[in-house]
């Protein structure tokens, strides 16, 4: 189904989320994101999961990508924002703890040497966190 995630960018650091995923039998770093549910826009979506996934409510998220990981056999657009803002008080109360482990602020240059390392390994992240980079190397050309 349909999908939104965030790329939340401090300064030079993004937020990721650390998962187990039982398809690696181990831990995936990822930028926070998930389904969106029904009545809910991929904006609000990515939001919401922000703040499950993390505590941290991002604000004024701006489109970022719009894609579609195959168009084979699965129908999942997929929306990917990204935001500068977040609100001032940390919301650890809304973790969902069952779906993650952890979460940290990561320099954007380090995320590269992750996706080539294998500590950032699926698509919805990958897609995400290059496509900010790319967005990033444009404004400052």
Known sequence: GERAGVVVVQGDAVLLVKQYRLLINGISWEIPGGKVDDGETPELAAVRECLEETGVRCLNPRPLLFYHPGLDMNHN???????????????????????VSGWEWVPLARCTGMIFGRQIMDSFSIVGLLAYQALMDRAGS
């Open 77 to 99: 657009p997929t929306h990917i924002f990204h935001s500068g803002e977040i609100a001032v008080d940390h919301q650890p109360q809304s973790i969902h703890t069952q779906e």
